[in-house]
């Protein structure tokens, strides 16, 4: 089960050794495929790395101002459509935010799950949920081409004891 093998992050984990295994990922799959990772594009990434929390595009511009970075906005959203093109962040439709992608390597369709209270974002990736949507759009003479599910909800963190049990 995907869901036991990438556990919530939790808030006390070694941030910093998300980041360095995303960015190794992400340096890797652009070799291997090619791509142009240049400074922006690496430097954007990080940012939204940052955290566990998806980041708007008005955040990012703001940290690279902070930073003393002229970056324009046009160049940013560039360096972002870029990311998410080579599957290394996603766009979080329902916040208009992004998240870094845990897994890059594989091509897969996401399942979100959100925290509604800490903004935490975790990923599954379920076949098995990508196959079952599918089959019922298939069903109903759809032809499901992409499928981002973005679920919201408490993470174990922000969960009360008495509520974590009375959640089945
Ligand atoms: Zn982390
Ligand atoms: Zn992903
Ligand atoms: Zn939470």
Request: proline share 5%.
């Amino acid at each position: 089960m995907q869901g036991l093998e990438q556990p919530f992050p939790s808030q006390q984990h070694d941030h910093d050794d998300c980041i360095s295994t995303a960015m190794d990922a992400a340096e890797g799959l652009c070799r291997q495929r090619g791509l142009r990772f240049t400074e922006l594009r690496r430097h954007v990434l990080a940012l939204v790395w940052h955290s566990h929390k998806p980041v708007g595009a008005y955040e990012i511009l703001g940290k690279l101002g902070e930073e003393g970075r002229k970056a324009a906005p046009p160049t940013v959203y560039r360096a972002l459509e870029f990311l998410i093109e080579a599957g290394l962040v996603h766009r979080l439709d329902s916040l208009n935010a992004f998240i870094g992608c845990p897994d890059p390597e594989c091509s897969h369709s996401g399942q979100f799950l959100i925290c509604r209270e800490c903004r935490t974002v975790t990923e599954l990736d379920d076949g098995d949920i990508n196959l079952l949507v599918g089959q019922k759009a298939g069903a109903v003479g759809f032809a499901a081409e992409h499928q981002m599910l973005e679920v919201r909800g408490l993470c174990s963190e922000c969960r009360r004891p008495d509520q974590a049990t009375s959640v089945k």
